[in-house]
C-alpha cells in the first residue's frame, strides 16, 4: 500500500473557513461601500425625498385652496359677465377668423410651393451672374449674360395646389415668378394682419378676464400648481448646486435646503408651517434681500457661511468644525455676512442689529481704545492731508527749480532758437502748473482746517474739570459710573481704591484752574419747559430705569444737579462749542491769555481767529463734542441751567469730602494711570492730547485666526461647551472684559484693561454680529462683492456717517418706517403735538434747491442779527440747532439728501414762465381764495399773524424750494409727509390738467391751463410787496364776504 | 577744467539753495549768462561807416486819431488831438521812428561788450516815448512811467521771455533786458490799448532809430559784406546789401511807400 502522504496542508487542510470569513468581510465591505455610496455619504438624497413628500403635499393642499377659489370666481356674477362677453365677441368674429384662416392656409400651401421653384431659378441667375461678374473676358461676359437673359425669358415651370386639392402646372418667366411670388406673400401679411385687427376686441376681453382674475386670485393659478406638483413628483434626486463662474464659487446648500430658492423661481412662499413644520425646507425669509443679491451671482456661503462645497453631513456643510475658517453664522449674528461687503456703509437696510452694533462701536466709546478702519478717522485724514501738503510743497518747489534752470538755459544765447521757445513754453506751463497747484493747495489747508473741527471725542473734555465739577463727587464716579448712572457710555474700570485717588487727584490738578464768570438764577419752570420743548430730548434723557424719558445718544441729566458747577453749565448749554482755552497742537498745550497778551492781543479765539499768536499754527478753537449750539439767548440758558440743578436724587453737598484730591504727590501715580487706561482716547486730559489708542485694531478682528485669540485658561472650556469661535469670544468679552484673566496671577498693571461697557444682551448681539463681520477683504467670499458704490450709492453711503455722527435722526425722520426720537416722546403723541414736530426729511433732496439747503445747515436762523429763532419753521418749539458744520459736512450732507431723492447734482434751478397780467390776476384770486385760504396758515413775517402760523413764509419758496416738488406738494401733501397740517384735494384733475376744487373764481373760468402749475408759478414770483398786498386784502372788510362763502362751502358739502 | 565743473557745482547749488528760500516769489532775477568765448574785437583805425535817410513816397498819409476818452488822466495830458504814431513823417519827407540795423555774416567771430548805459523808455502823455527803441542783447532797458496814471509794460516777444507788469503812478523805474536777438518785441499796455512800442534787440551795437531828420548813422564796423534792414511799424522791411572797405563811408537810402516798399 502506498505511503500514506505526509499531512499535505494543500491537500489535508481545507482554507474555506478563513476564505469564507475573507470573502463574507469583503462583502460586508463592498455592501457598506455601496451603503455609503448611495445613503451614507448622501444623507442629501434623504432629505430630499422628505422634501418631495412634504412639497407635494403642501402642493396638493393649496391646489385644493386654489381650486375652490377659482370656482367661487368663476361663479362670481362680474366674472360671469365678463366670461359671457368674451364668448359673444368670440362668436361674433367666428366666421371671419375661419375664412381668414382658411385663406392663409391655402396661401401658406401655394407660397411653399412656389418657393422651392422661385429659389431654384433665383439661385440659378445669381450664380450665372456671379461667374459674368467675376469672367475675365469681356465676351465671356456678354455670352454669360446672354444665357441668363434667355433663361429669365424661357421661364420655369411651377406645380401649385388649388383650393380644391387638385394641382396646377402654371408656367411663368422669371420676372412673372417673381410677381407672383411677393403677391401671395403681401396677400398673406394683410390677411394676417386683418386677423388681428377682427381679434382685438376679443383680446381685449381676455385682457380684461385675467386683470379681474389677478385681482381677485392670490398667487399662482390651479394650473400653475398642477404643473409644479407633477415637477416636483418627478424631482430628480441629484446635487443641486449654484456655481459662479466669475469667482469660482460652488455652493450645494439648495441640495438639502430645497424650498430656500424655490418659491423665488416659481413665486409662492413656503413657510416653515407650511411645509411640515421643517424649517429647512422654508423659503428664504428676505426675499428682498436675494432681489439685490441674485443667489445665482452671490451664492449662498459668501453671506452666510458654511461650507458651501460639503454635502456630506450638515455639520460639514454648516463649517461647524475646528478647520474650517468661516462656519456658517450663528442666526442672531447672520448679519455680520453683510458688514464683510458693507463694511463702509454707516446705514444699512435691512441690517438693524447690524447697524445697531455700528452705533454702539462709536456711540459707546469703543473707538476711543479700538481704532476702526473709517471710524473717527478725521485725525488720520488730517494727517494724510498734511503729508499731501507737504508733498506738494515739494513738488512745487521743484518745478520753481526746473523754471529757474529752463529760463536760465533759454536765454542763453548759444542755445539754438528753437530750443530756447521750448525751453520758454516749458517754463510757461510750468508757471500755470503751479499756480494751479496752488488752487489745490489751498483746498488742502482748507480741508485740514476743517477735519480740525471735525474731530470729536466720545467723553467730555477733561481739562474743565475743576471749572465744571463738583471735587468730591469725582471719585465716586470712577469708582462706578453705572451706579450714577446706568446709562452712560463711561465703562467700568477695575480700579483699586489707591488708584481712582490717584487718579481723581491727577485729572483734578491737571485741570484748568480759574473762575467761570458767575451767572443769576434763571426760573426752573421754564427752564423745565424750554428743556422738553426745544428738543433737548432727542439726545438726551431725564428720569431713571423704566421712567427714562429721552434719548440715549447723550447723557441721561437725571442726576446733573449734583455733579455740577452750575455757572460752567449755563456757558456750556449756552454754546457748548465754546471752550475756555484754545488748545494748539504745535505747542501741544493749550494757550492762555497771557499767550495772546504778549502779542498784544486780545484773548478771542473762534473759527475767525483760529492760528496760534506764538506761531501761527491752526488752533483747536471748540469744544470736541458733537453738541451743537441751540442758540439759545442767555436767559433761556440761565432757565435751564437752574432746571437741571434740580435734577439730583440726593444732595450735592452729602458727598464725602475728599481733600487727598489737592495732594500733589499723587499726580504722577494718577497719570501714569490714566496713560494706562487709556482715558484720553475719549477724553481730552491736558498733556495727553496726542496719545494714541491703547486697544487692538478691529477692523479685521473677526478674520483674525482662533489661534491668535487669547481664551486663556478658558480655552478647554470652551472647546468643550462649544463656544471655542469668534462669536463665543467676542460675546464673552464683552459681556465680562475680565473674563480671560480668571484663574491668572497678574500684577495689576498686567491686567486686562477693558472696562465694564454695561451692555445689555442685545447689545452684545449686535457688537458681536459686526465684530464677526469685521474681516479681510476676502475672507470667505469673493473680494469683488465689496460694495464700492459710485455717484448715488456713494453719497449716500458717505451722507449716513455724518447724519448718524450729529444724531439727525433724534428730531427728524430720514428713513421711512423709522421714527426720530421726538416722534416716540408722550408729548407729540397729540393732533396738536404732532405739528410740532421737526420735518420728517423724506424726500427733502427733491424739495429743496440744494444751495439753499447749504446755506441753511450753515446757519439754520437764515439771519446773521436775529439768532434766537427757527429760519423756516418759526412756529416750532424745538429748535433746529447750529452744528458748526464744514464745508464738507455740508457738502455731504446736500448731496446725501439729494441722492436719496434721485436728484441729479449739481442742481440748476429751473426758469419758470413769468405770469402775464392776466394770469397775475388770476392766481392772486386762488391764493386768497377761501377754499384755499393759504395765508392762513403760512407766516407772512407779522409777528401777530405768525403766532399762529403753522407753515413756513411763502418768500421762502423762491430760493427754496424745487417748482416739481412744489407742484407735487400743493396736488397732494399727504402722500409725501404723512400727517400734515396742509390739507390734499385743493384740485382736481379735469382730462390732461388740474383745475381748483373750489367753485372757480369769474376770472379762471376760461382760463385752459393747469391751476396747480400757476399757483407754482405765482409763488415762485412772489414778491415782499405783493405779499404784503394780499395780507391787506385779506384784512379788509371785504374778507367778511369771503369768510361767508367759505361757510357756504362747508355747509354746501 | 577742473575749476569750471566746482564753479558750475556751486552755482547749481547756489540756485538750489536760492530757489528753496525765494519760493512763493515771483521768479527771481535774471541770472548773467555764463561768461562766452571772448570773440574778436572792431580795430577802429579801420572801420566804415554806413548813413542815409529813409524816405516816404507817397505824399502825405492818413494820420489817425487817438482817443484816450477811456481814461480821463490820460486826456488831460495833452491839449488838442493826438495822433498815432505809426507812420511819422517829417517835415523834409523822411520817415521817424525806422529801426534800422545791421544783419549778417560778417559780424560773426566779433564780440560786442554790453553797453553799460540803459535804454530809456518813458510812458509820458499815455505814449511811448520814444515810440520805438532799439537795445543791445542783455543791455538794460529802463522804464519809467511819467504820468499820473498805472500802466503796465507787457512785452510779447518769441524769442524771449514774456512778462506783465503794473506800473502806478512814481513807481520806481523799472529795469529789464532781452537776452536773445529778436527784432522787434511789440510791447504794449493792456490799460491804454492804444499804447504799443516796439522793441529791437540784436547782439551788436550797429542799429539806429531815425530821428526828426529821418537820417540813420551805423559806424564802427568791421570792413565786410553786409545786409542792413529797416523796419517800419507799419510797412514792413526793406534790406539792402553793402560792402564797405577799410574806413569807407558809404550812404544808403530806403524808401517806403503805402503798397510795400521801394528802393
Same mark, same amino acid.
Given at each position: 500500500?502506498?505511503?500514506?502522504?505526509?499531512?499535505?496542508?494543500?491537500?489535508?487542510?481545507?482554507?474555506? *473557513?478563513?476564505?469564507?470569513?475573507?470573502?463574507?468581510?469583503?462583502?460586508?465591505?463592498?455592501?457598506?461601500?455601496?451603503?455609503?455610496?448611495?445613503?451614507?455619504?448622501?444623507?442629501?438624497?434623504?432629505?430630499?425625498?422628505?422634501?418631495?413628500?412634504?412639497?407635494?403635499?403642501?402642493?396638493?393642499?393649496?391646489?385644493?385652496?386654489?381650486?375652490?377659489?377659482?370656482?367661487?370666481?368663476?361663479?362670481?356674477?362680474?366674472?360671469?359677465?365678463?366670461?359671457?362677453?368674451?364668448?359673444?365677441?368670440?362668436?361674433?368674429?367666428?366666421?371671419?377668423?375661419?375664412?381668414?384662416?382658411?385663406?392663409?392656409?391655402?396661401? &401658406?400651401?401655394?407660397?411653399?410651393?412656389?418657393?422651392?421653384?422661385?429659389?431654384?431659378?433665383?439661385?440659378?441667375?445669381?450664380?450665372?451672374?456671379?461667374?459674368?461678374?467675376?469672367?475675365?473676358?469681356?465676351?465671356?461676359?456678354?455670352?454669360?449674360?446672354?444665357?441668363?437673359?434667355?433663361?429669365?425669358?424661357?421661364?420655369?415651370?411651377?406645380?401649385?395646389?388649388?383650393?380644391?386639392?387638385?394641382?396646377?402646372?402654371?408656367?411663368?418667366?422669371?420676372?412673372?415668378?417673381?410677381?407672383?411670388?411677393?403677391?401671395?406673400?403681401?396677400?398673406?401679411?394683410?390677411?394676417?394682419?386683418?386677423?388681428? /385687427?377682427?381679434?382685438?376686441?376679443?383680446?381685449?376681453? /381676455?385682457?380684461?378676464?385675467?386683470?379681474?382674475?389677478?385681482?381677485?386670485?392670490?398667487?399662482?393659478?390651479?394650473?400653475?400648481?398642477?404643473?409644479?406638483?407633477?415637477?416636483?413628483?418627478?424631482?430628480?434626486?441629484?446635487?443641486? %448646486?449654484?456655481?459662479?463662474?466669475?469667482?469660482?464659487?460652488?455652493?450645494?446648500?439648495?441640495?438639502?435646503?430645497?424650498?430656500?430658492?424655490?418659491?423665488?423661481?416659481?413665486?409662492?412662499?413656503?413657510?416653515?408651517?407650511?411645509?411640515?413644520?421643517?424649517?429647512?425646507?422654508?423659503?428664504?425669509?428676505?426675499?428682498?434681500?436675494?432681489?439685490?443679491?441674485?443667489?445665482?451671482?452671490?451664492?449662498?456661503?459668501?453671506?452666510?457661511?458654511?461650507?458651501?462645497?460639503?454635502?456630506?453631513?450638515?455639520?460639514?456643510?454648516?463649517?461647524?468644525?475646528?478647520?474650517?475658517?468661516?462656519?456658517?453664522?450663528?442666526?442672531e449674528n447672520?448679519?455680520a455676512?453683510?458688514q464683510?461687503?458693507?463694511?463702509?456703509?454707516m446705514?444699512?437696510?435691512?441690517?438693524?442689529v447690524l447697524n445697531r452694533g455700528k452705533e454702539l462701536y462709536r456711540l459707546r466709546g469703543c473707538i476711543g481704545c479700538h481704532r476702526y478702519e473709517g471710524f473717527d478717522n478725521e485725525p488720520e485724514?488730517l494727517?494724510?492731508?498734511?503729508?499731501?501738503?507737504?508733498?506738494?510743497?515739494?513738488?512745487?518747489?521743484?518745478?520753481?527749480?526746473?523754471?529757474?534752470?529752463?529760463? %536760465?538755459?533759454?536765454?542763453?544765447?548759444?542755445?539754438?532758437?528753437?530750443?530756447?521757445?521750448?525751453?520758454?513754453?516749458?517754463?510757461?506751463?510750468?508757471?500755470?502748473?503751479?499756480?494751479?497747484?496752488?488752487?489745490?493747495?489751498?483746498?488742502?489747508?482748507?480741508?485740514?482746517?476743517?477735519?480740525?473741527?471735525e474731530i470729536k471725542l466720545v467723553g467730555p473734555n477733561l481739562k474743565d474739570v475743576r471749572l465744571k465739577l463738583r471735587r468730591d463727587w469725582i471719585p465716586v464716579w470712577l469708582h462706578n459710573p453705572h451706579a450714577f448712572r446706568p446709562t452712560t457710555k463711561m465703562p467700568r474700570f477695575r480700579l483699586q481704591e489707591e488708584e481712582i485717588r490717584a487718579i481723581s487727584a491727577f485729572i483734578w490738578q491737571s485741570g484748568t484752574s480759574g473762575?467761570?464768570?458767575?451767572?443769576?438764577?434763571?426760573?426752573?419752570?421754564?427752564?423745565?419747559?424750554?428743556?422738553?420743548?426745544?428738543?433737548?430730548?432727542?439726545c438726551h434723557a431725564l428720569g431713571e430705569g423704566e421712567d427714562a424719558?429721552g434719548s440715549r445718544f447723550a447723557a441721561n441729566l437725571s442726576r446733573v444737579g449734583e455733579k455740577v458747577n452750575y455757572?460752567y453749565l449755563?456757558?456750556w448749554?449756552?454754546?457748548p462749542r465754546?471752550r475756555t482755552r484754545?488748545y494748539?497742537p504745535?505747542?501741544k498745550r493749550d494757550?492762555?491769555?497771557?499767550?495772546?497778551?504778549?502779542?498784544?492781543?486780545?484773548?478771542?479765539?473762534?473759527?475767525?481767529?483760529?492760528?496760534?499768536?506764538?506761531?501761527?499754527?491752526?488752533?483747536q478753537?471748540q469744544n470736541m463734542t458733537v453738541m451743537?449750539?441751540?442758540?439759545?439767548?442767555?436767559?433761556?440758558?440761565?432757565?435751564?441751567?437752574?432746571?437741571l440743578l434740580?435734577q439730583r436724587s440726593q444732595a450735592p453737598e452729602t458727598y464725602a469730602g475728599a481733600d487727598f484730591m489737592d495732594d500733589p504727590g499723587l499726580f504722577e501715580r494718577g497719570q501714569s494711570l490714566v496713560r494706562n487706561y487709556g482715558c484720553a482716547g475719549c477724553h481730552e486730559i491736558a498733556g495727553l492730547e496726542e496719545e494714541e489708542r491703547i486697544g487692538t485694531d478691529l477692523t479685521t478682528e473677526g478674520?483674525k485666526?482662533i489661534?491668535r485669540i487669547d481664551f486663556a485658561l478658558l480655552t478647554?472650556q470652551a472647546?468643550?461647551e462649544?463656544w471655542y469661535n469668534h462669536a463665543g469670544f467676542f460675546e464673552r468679552k464683552l459681556a465680562d472684559p475680565a473674563i480671560f484673566d480668571q484663574g491668572k496671577v497678574k500684577e495689576p498693571l498686567e491686567r486686562l484693561r477693558m472696562p465694564q461697557p454695561n451692555l445689555t444682551d442685545a447689545d452684545i448681539t449686535a457688537l458681536t454680529t459686526f465684530l464677526l463681520g469685521s474681516?479681510?477683504?476676502?475672507? *470667505?467670499?469673493?473680494?469683488?462683492?465689496?460694495?464700492?458704490?459710485?455717484?448715488?450709492?456713494?453719497?449716500?453711503?458717505?451722507?449716513?456717517?455724518?447724519?448718524t455722527k450729529y444724531n439727525?435722526?433724534?428730531?427728524?425722520?430720514?428713513?421711512?418706517?423709522?421714527?426720530?426720537?421726538?416722534?416716540?416722546?408722550?408729548?407729540?403723541?397729540?393732533?396738536?403735538?404732532?405739528?410740532?414736530?421737526?420735518?420728517?426729511?423724506?424726500?427733502?433732496?427733491?424739495?429743496?434747491?440744494?444751495?439753499?439747503?447749504?446755506?441753511?445747515?450753515?446757519?439754520?436762523?437764515?439771519?446773521?442779527?436775529?439768532?434766537?429763532?427757527?429760519?423756516?419753521?418759526?412756529?416750532?418749539?424745538?429748535?433746529?440747532?447750529?452744528?458748526?458744520?464744514?464745508?464738507?459736512?455740508?457738502?455731504?450732507?446736500?448731496?446725501?439728501?439729494?441722492?436719496?431723492?434721485?436728484?441729479?447734482?449739481?442742481?440748476?434751478?429751473?426758469?419758470?414762465?413769468?405770469?402775464?397780467?392776466?394770469?397775475?390776476?388770476?392766481?392772486?384770486?386762488?391764493?386768497?381764495?377761501?377754499?384755499?385760504?393759504?395765508?392762513?396758515?403760512?407766516?407772512?413775517?407779522?409777528?401777530?399773524?405768525?403766532?399762529?402760523?403753522?407753515?413756513?413764509?411763502?418768500?421762502?419758496?423762491?430760493?427754496?424750494?424745487?417748482?416739481?416738488?412744489?407742484?407735487?406738494?400743493?396736488?397732494?401733501?399727504?402722500?409725501?409727509?404723512? *400727517?400734515?397740517?396742509?390739507?390734499?384735494?385743493?384740485?382736481?384733475?379735469?382730462?390732461?390738467?388740474?383745475?381748483?376744487?373750489?367753485?372757480?373764481?369769474?376770472?379762471?373760468?376760461?382760463?385752459?391751463?393747469?391751476?396747480?402749475?400757476?399757483?407754482?408759478?405765482?409763488?415762485?414770483?412772489?414778491?415782499?410787496?405783493?405779499?404784503?398786498?394780499?395780507?391787506?386784502?385779506?384784512?379788509?372788510?371785504?374778507?367778511?364776504?369771503?369768510?361767508?362763502?367759505?361757510? &357756504?362751502?362747508?355747509?354746501?358739502? | 577744467?577742473?575749476?569750471?565743473?566746482?564753479?558750475?557745482?556751486?552755482?547749481?547749488?547756489?540756485?538750489?539753495?536760492?530757489?528753496?528760500?525765494?519760493?512763493?516769489?515771483?521768479?527771481?532775477?535774471?541770472?548773467?549768462?555764463?561768461?562766452?568765448?571772448?570773440?574778436?574785437?572792431?580795430?577802429?583805425?579801420?572801420?566804415?561807416?554806413?548813413?542815409?535817410?529813409?524816405?516816404?513816397?507817397?505824399?502825405?498819409?492818413?494820420?489817425?486819431?487817438?482817443?484816450?476818452?477811456?481814461?480821463?488822466?490820460?486826456?488831460?495830458?495833452?491839449?488838442?488831438?493826438?495822433?498815432?504814431?505809426?507812420?511819422?513823417?517829417?517835415?523834409?519827407?523822411?520817415?521817424?521812428?525806422?529801426?534800422?540795423?545791421?544783419?549778417?555774416?560778417?559780424?560773426?567771430?566779433?564780440?560786442?561788450?554790453?553797453?553799460?548805459?540803459?535804454?530809456?523808455?518813458?510812458?509820458?502823455?499815455?505814449?511811448?516815448?520814444?515810440?520805438?527803441?532799439?537795445?543791445?542783447?542783455?543791455?538794460?532797458?529802463?522804464?519809467?512811467?511819467?504820468?499820473?496814471?498805472?500802466?503796465?509794460?507787457?512785452?510779447?516777444?518769441?524769442?524771449?521771455?514774456?512778462?506783465?507788469?503794473?506800473?502806478?503812478?512814481?513807481?520806481?523805474?523799472?529795469?529789464?533786458?532781452?537776452?536773445?536777438?529778436?527784432?522787434?518785441?511789440?510791447?504794449?499796455?493792456?490799460?491804454?490799448?492804444?499804447?504799443?512800442?516796439?522793441?529791437?534787440?540784436?547782439?551788436?551795437?550797429?542799429?539806429?532809430?531815425?530821428?526828426?531828420?529821418?537820417?540813420?548813422?551805423?559806424?564802427?564796423?568791421?570792413?565786410?559784406?553786409?545786409?542792413?534792414?529797416?523796419?517800419?511799424?507799419?510797412?514792413?522791411?526793406?534790406?539792402?546789401?553793402?560792402?564797405?572797405?577799410?574806413?569807407?563811408?558809404?550812404?544808403?537810402?530806403?524808401?517806403?511807400?503805402?503798397?510795400?516798399?521801394?528802393?
Amino acid at each position: 500500500m502506498p505511503d500514506q502522504p505526509h499531512d499535505d496542508p494543500i491537500v489535508g487542510r481545507s482554507l474555506s *473557513g478563513p476564505l469564507l470569513v475573507a470573502s463574507l468581510i469583503l462583502l460586508a465591505t463592498l455592501a457598506w461601500a455601496l451603503y455609503d455610496e448611495f445613503y451614507g455619504l448622501r444623507p442629501w438624497k434623504d432629505y430630499q425625498q422628505h422634501f418631495v413628500h412634504l412639497y407635494t403635499q403642501h402642493l396638493q393642499e393649496r391646489i385644493q385652496e386654489q381650486s375652490a377659489a377659482e370656482e367661487e370666481l368663476r361663479r362670481s356674477p362680474d366674472y360671469q359677465r365678463l366670461e359671457q362677453a368674451l364668448e359673444e365677441a368670440r362668436a361674433g368674429v367666428a366666421p371671419e377668423v375661419e375664412r381668414i384662416d382658411r385663406e392663409v392656409n391655402d396661401l &401658406n400651401r401655394r407660397i411653399s410651393a412656389l418657393t422651392d421653384v422661385f429659389a431654384t431659378a433665383r439661385g440659378q441667375v445669381t450664380a450665372m451672374i456671379y461667374e459674368a461678374e467675376t469672367s475675365p473676358a469681356e465676351e465671356d461676359k456678354e455670352q454669360i449674360l446672354e444665357e441668363v437673359e434667355r433663361i429669365r425669358r424661357q421661364g420655369f415651370d411651377a406645380r401649385l395646389p388649388v383650393p380644391d386639392g387638385t394641382m396646377e402646372t402654371l408656367h411663368y418667366t422669371y420676372d412673372e415668378l417673381e410677381d407672383e411670388y411677393d403677391q401671395l406673400r403681401e396677400r398673406r401679411a394683410f390677411l394676417l394682419a386683418h386677423r388681428v /385687427e377682427v381679434t382685438q376686441h376679443v383680446k381685449e376681453l /381676455e385682457e380684461q378676464r385675467q386683470t379681474y382674475r389677478n385681482q381677485h386670485i392670490i398667487g399662482l393659478a390651479e394650473t400653475q400648481l398642477r404643473g409644479l406638483l407633477t415637477e416636483a413628483r418627478n424631482l430628480e434626486l441629484e446635487i443641486k %448646486q449654484i456655481h459662479v463662474q466669475d469667482t469660482e464659487l460652488v455652493d450645494r446648500c439648495e441640495s438639502c435646503h430645497l424650498g430656500v430658492l424655490e418659491g423665488r423661481r416659481v413665486g409662492i412662499e413656503l413657510t416653515a408651517a407650511g411645509i411640515g413644520g421643517e424649517r429647512l425646507f422654508a423659503s428664504h425669509p428676505a426675499p428682498e434681500l436675494l432681489a439685490i443679491h441674485d443667489p445665482e451671482r452671490f451664492g449662498c456661503s459668501p453671506c452666510h457661511g458654511g461650507n458651501g462645497r460639503a454635502i456630506s453631513s450638515p455639520i460639514q456643510a454648516h463649517g461647524r468644525y475646528r478647520h474650517w475658517l468661516w462656519p456658517l453664522s450663528y442666526p442672531e449674528n447672520y448679519q455680520a455676512g453683510c458688514q464683510q461687503c458693507h463694511a463702509r456703509d454707516m446705514v444699512l437696510e435691512h441690517a438693524g442689529v447690524l447697524n445697531r452694533g455700528k452705533e454702539l462701536y462709536r456711540l459707546r466709546g469703543c473707538i476711543g481704545c479700538h481704532r476702526y478702519e473709517g471710524f473717527d478717522n478725521e485725525p488720520e485724514r488730517l494727517q494724510a492731508v498734511r503729508l499731501q501738503m507737504r508733498e506738494l510743497e515739494l513738488q512745487r518747489a521743484g518745478y520753481e527749480l526746473e523754471i529757474q534752470r529752463s529760463i %536760465q538755459r533759454a536765454e542763453n544765447p548759444d542755445t539754438p532758437l528753437e530750443e530756447a521757445r521750448r525751453l520758454f513754453a516749458r517754463a510757461t506751463n510750468l508757471r500755470v502748473t503751479i499756480s494751479n497747484l496752488e488752487a489745490e493747495q489751498e483746498q488742502l489747508q482748507l480741508r485740514a482746517r476743517d477735519l480740525m473741527r471735525e474731530i470729536k471725542l466720545v467723553g467730555p473734555n477733561l481739562k474743565d474739570v475743576r471749572l465744571k465739577l463738583r471735587r468730591d463727587w469725582i471719585p465716586v464716579w470712577l469708582h462706578n459710573p453705572h451706579a450714577f448712572r446706568p446709562t452712560t457710555k463711561m465703562p467700568r474700570f477695575r480700579l483699586q481704591e489707591e488708584e481712582i485717588r490717584a487718579i481723581s487727584a491727577f485729572i483734578w490738578q491737571s485741570g484748568t484752574s480759574g473762575e467761570m464768570p458767575p451767572q443769576p438764577r434763571g426760573d426752573p419752570g421754564r427752564g423745565r419747559e424750554l428743556f422738553e420743548t426745544h428738543g433737548c430730548l432727542a439726545c438726551h434723557a431725564l428720569g431713571e430705569g423704566e421712567d427714562a424719558v429721552g434719548s440715549r445718544f447723550a447723557a441721561n441729566l437725571s442726576r446733573v444737579g449734583e455733579k455740577v458747577n452750575y455757572d460752567y453749565l449755563v456757558r456750556w448749554i449756552h454754546n457748548p462749542r465754546q471752550r475756555t482755552r484754545p488748545y494748539c497742537p504745535r505747542e501741544k498745550r493749550d494757550l492762555t491769555p497771557e499767550d495772546y497778551a504778549k502779542h498784544g492781543l486780545p484773548f478771542r479765539f473762534d473759527f475767525e481767529h483760529s492760528t496760534c499768536p506764538n506761531d501761527g499754527a491752526e488752533l483747536q478753537v471748540q469744544n470736541m463734542t458733537v453738541m451743537p449750539s441751540l442758540r439759545l439767548t442767555w436767559a433761556e440758558a440761565r432757565d435751564i441751567a437752574t432746571f437741571l440743578l434740580t435734577q439730583r436724587s440726593q444732595a450735592p453737598e452729602t458727598y464725602a469730602g475728599a481733600d487727598f484730591m489737592d495732594d500733589p504727590g499723587l499726580f504722577e501715580r494718577g497719570q501714569s494711570l490714566v496713560r494706562n487706561y487709556g482715558c484720553a482716547g475719549c477724553h481730552e486730559i491736558a498733556g495727553l492730547e496726542e496719545e494714541e489708542r491703547i486697544g487692538t485694531d478691529l477692523t479685521t478682528e473677526g478674520s483674525k485666526p482662533i489661534e491668535r485669540i487669547d481664551f486663556a485658561l478658558l480655552t478647554h472650556q470652551a472647546e468643550r461647551e462649544g463656544w471655542y469661535n469668534h462669536a463665543g469670544f467676542f460675546e464673552r468679552k464683552l459681556a465680562d472684559p475680565a473674563i480671560f484673566d480668571q484663574g491668572k496671577v497678574k500684577e495689576p498693571l498686567e491686567r486686562l484693561r477693558m472696562p465694564q461697557p454695561n451692555l445689555t444682551d442685545a447689545d452684545i448681539t449686535a457688537l458681536t454680529t459686526f465684530l464677526l463681520g469685521s474681516v479681510e477683504s476676502g475672507y *470667505g467670499f469673493p473680494p469683488q462683492y465689496i460694495y464700492q458704490p459710485t455717484d448715488r450709492g456713494r453719497d449716500i453711503q458717505e451722507g449716513w456717517w455724518i447724519v448718524t455722527k450729529y444724531n439727525c435722526m433724534g428730531c427728524h425722520q430720514i428713513r421711512i418706517g423709522q421714527p426720530s426720537m421726538l416722534m416716540t416722546l408722550p408729548r407729540y403723541q397729540t393732533p396738536e403735538g404732532r405739528e410740532k414736530l421737526p420735518p420728517s426729511l423724506i424726500g427733502v433732496g427733491a424739495r429743496l434747491d440744494p444751495e439753499w439747503l447749504a446755506a441753511f445747515l450753515a446757519n439754520p436762523a437764515l439771519s446773521a442779527a436775529n439768532l434766537h429763532r427757527n429760519g423756516v419753521r418759526s412756529y416750532l418749539e424745538v429748535r433746529m440747532p447750529t452744528f458748526g458744520f464744514t464745508v464738507r459736512e455740508i457738502q455731504t450732507l446736500v448731496r446725501f439728501f439729494g441722492a436719496l431723492s434721485g436728484q441729479a447734482q449739481p442742481y440748476i434751478r429751473p426758469q419758470l414762465e413769468p405770469l402775464t397780467n392776466r394770469e397775475w390776476v388770476m392766481a392772486r384770486e386762488l391764493f386768497t381764495h377761501p377754499a384755499a385760504p393759504c395765508l392762513r396758515c403760512h407766516a407772512t413775517g407779522d409777528p401777530l399773524h405768525d403766532r399762529n402760523a403753522t407753515a413756513p413764509n411763502f418768500l421762502l419758496v423762491k430760493e427754496r424750494l424745487k417748482p416739481g416738488w412744489t407742484r407735487r406738494w400743493i396736488l397732494d401733501p399727504a402722500s409725501i409727509i404723512p *400727517g400734515t397740517a396742509m390739507p390734499s384735494g385743493l384740485f382736481r384733475r379735469q382730462g390732461n390738467r388740474w383745475v381748483f376744487s373750489g367753485p372757480l373764481p369769474p376770472s379762471l373760468r376760461d382760463y385752459r391751463g393747469d391751476h396747480a402749475e400757476l399757483l407754482v408759478r405765482y409763488m415762485f414770483y412772489l414778491t415782499r410787496q405783493e405779499q404784503r398786498r394780499l395780507s391787506a386784502r385779506l384784512a379788509s372788510p371785504g374778507s367778511v364776504e369771503s369768510r361767508r362763502i367759505s361757510l &357756504n362751502l362747508v355747509e354746501s358739502h | 577744467m577742473l575749476l569750471r565743473k566746482l564753479l558750475t557745482g556751486t552755482t547749481v547749488l547756489c540756485l538750489v539753495i536760492l530757489v528753496g528760500c525765494s519760493r512763493g516769489e515771483e521768479a527771481a532775477q535774471p541770472q548773467p549768462p555764463p561768461a562766452r568765448p571772448e570773440g574778436k574785437s572792431v580795430d577802429s583805425a579801420t572801420a566804415a561807416t554806413i548813413q542815409g535817410r529813409v524816405l516816404y513816397q507817397d505824399g502825405q498819409p492818413r494820420r489817425n486819431r487817438i482817443r484816450m476818452a477811456a481814461d480821463a488822466v490820460c486826456v488831460q495830458q495833452h491839449q488838442g488831438p493826438v495822433y498815432s504814431q505809426e507812420v511819422a513823417l517829417n517835415d523834409n519827407g523822411t520817415l521817424r521812428y525806422v529801426f534800422v540795423y545791421v544783419k549778417g555774416q560778417a559780424l560773426a567771430g566779433y564780440s560786442f561788450p554790453t553797453p553799460t548805459e540803459p535804454v530809456v523808455l518813458d510812458q509820458r502823455g499815455c505814449l511811448y516815448t520814444p515810440h520805438v527803441i532799439g537795445a543791445q542783447t542783455n543791455q538794460e532797458i529802463k522804464i519809467l512811467n511819467s504820468d499820473p496814471t498805472t500802466h503796465n509794460i507787457h512785452p510779447v516777444p518769441q524769442n524771449n521771455r514774456e512778462w506783465n507788469t503794473s506800473m502806478p503812478p512814481n513807481a520806481n523805474p523799472l529795469v529789464r533786458s532781452f537776452p536773445r536777438e529778436e527784432v522787434m518785441i511789440p510791447v504794449k499796455c493792456n490799460v491804454h490799448p492804444w499804447m504799443k512800442t516796439y522793441v529791437g534787440v540784436v547782439s551788436h551795437p550797429f542799429f539806429t532809430v531815425t530821428g526828426e531828420e529821418g537820417t540813420f548813422e551805423i559806424s564802427g564796423l568791421p570792413p565786410g559784406d553786409y545786409t542792413i534792414v529797416a523796419w517800419q511799424e507799419k510797412f514792413g522791411t526793406v534790406e539792402q546789401t553793402v560792402t564797405v572797405g577799410a574806413s569807407e563811408t558809404k550812404v544808403v537810402d530806403f524808401s517806403f511807400t503805402p503798397g510795400g516798399s521801394t528802393d
